[in-house]
């Protein structure tokens, strides 16, 4: 039976990923169009504002595609497995032993809810950090090279070449706090359940 669930389980995988990956390309082709078309029609003013310049729009339809594509694709599927996982458990664990259960789902699920939920905060914060200094380098970049014949006839190079690497600095300095606490309640986050299985076990 052992090897039937794994084969089932090889099988399904492979079905969910194929299935959600091709999903997650097309919504990302036809959003990463939609983008596109609506940048090159909006009115001239648009253009001239700061966050709306040339680095920052090509940064913008590069990576929020992609970001959809991720939310869209195999990451669906996983977290609606682990939600389906829990519910199974659950089932299966009241019919086992509900005093048990109960007692489990009272002291130790949330514990691990909680620390989910910290570590999850913590890494959407250090990536909205890093989309707003990378855009910023981006359009920093793009407008470096626009203007290259500027640059070139005024030999900025090893001055525009140190600018970008402070940017990227500034961008390291800033998030290096945030990364430490990230990979704190990460380590937590994955440690604290095995914790948690400890306890039911005693």
């Known amino acids: 039976m052992f090897s039937c669930l794994a084969i089932g389980l090889g099988v399904s995988h492979f079905a969910l990923g194929w299935s959600t990956t091709s999903l997650g390309f097309a919504v990302t082709r036809k959003y990463r169009k939609e983008y596109l078309s609506n940048i090159l029609n909006q009115p001239i003013s648009y253009f001239d504002e700061d966050d709306n310049s040339v680095g920052t729009l090509v940064a913008r ?8 594509q991720q939310l869209v694709g195999v990451n669906l599927a ?3 497995m682990s939600c389906f996982n829990l519910i199974g458990c659950i089932a299966i664990s009241f019919v086992f032993g ?11 699920l949330p514990i ?6 910290y570590r999850v905060r913590y890494e959407t914060k250090l990536d909205s950090m890093s989309n707003a200094v990378f855009s910023d380098s981006a359009r920093f970049v793009c407008e470096s090279i626009a203007a290259m014949r500027t640059v070139s ?7 525009i070449c140190d600018r970008y690497d402070e940017l990227l600095r500034g961008h390291v300095r800033q998030a290096f706090h945030t990364a430490k606490m990230s990979v704190f ?7 604290i359940s095995l ?8």
Do not use: G, N, R
Request: contains cysteine; proline residues 4%; negative net charge.
């Open 98 to 108: 509900w005093k048990l259960t109960v007692m489990a789902l009272v002291t130790t």
């Open 78 to 80: 996983f977290m609606l």
């Open 112 to 117: 691990v809810v909680v620390a989910m939920f």
């Open 61 to 68: 339809v590069a990576t929020d595609p992609t970001q959809l």
């Open 195 to 202: 914790l948690c299985m400890a306890f039911i076990m005693w």
């Open 185 to 191: 309640l990460f380590s937590l986050s994955d440690s």
């Open 153 to 159: 006839s005024l030999t900025l190079e090893p001055h």
